[in-house]
């Protein structure tokens, strides 16, 4: 069993920043990419960004483009999303997620594993 578990949500102010972690244990498999995803109350699940293992090369959703950002450390199998500038409508459930084969990594069915999400309120 693969379990990822993601860590480091909560709530801040309006401009504030916050750093998620995401940690893969159990079965060894391999990473392609492992990506963030957020969903908030009453709305779709939606793609925030995403990380190629092997060349750490980072692509994200328009929404949050120069305000987070990706890494990972490969010893640690653990992927950070570093959120700088938080908005109120960055608020949701953050959830990683991981792709052991080749995949585009934008959409939910790209993955084969996920969290079971953290909470980040941004307060107005």
């Known amino acids: 069993q693969v379990q990822l578990v993601e860590s480091g949500g909560g709530l801040v102010q309006t401009g504030g920043s916050l750093r998620l972690s995401c940690a893969a244990s159990g079965r060894t498999f391999v990473i392609y990419t492992m990506g963030w995803f957020r969903q908030a109350p009453g709305k779709e699940r939606t793609f925030v960004g995403g990380?190629?293992?092997?060349?750490?090369?980072?692509f994200y959703a328009d929404s949050v483009k120069g305000r987070f950002t990706i890494s990972r450390d490969n010893a640690k199998n653990t992927v950070y999303l570093q959120m700088n500038s938080l908005k109120p409508e960055d608020t949701a459930v953050y959830y990683c997620?991981?792709?052991?084969?080749?995949?585009?990594?934008?959409?939910?069915?790209?993955?084969?594993?996920w969290g079971q999400g953290t909470q980040v309120t941004v307060s107005s």
């Open positions: 990380i190629r293992w092997s060349s750490s090369r980072q």
């Open positions: 997620a991981a792709a052991n084969r080749i995949v585009v990594g934008t959409t939910g069915d790209d993955y084969d594993y």
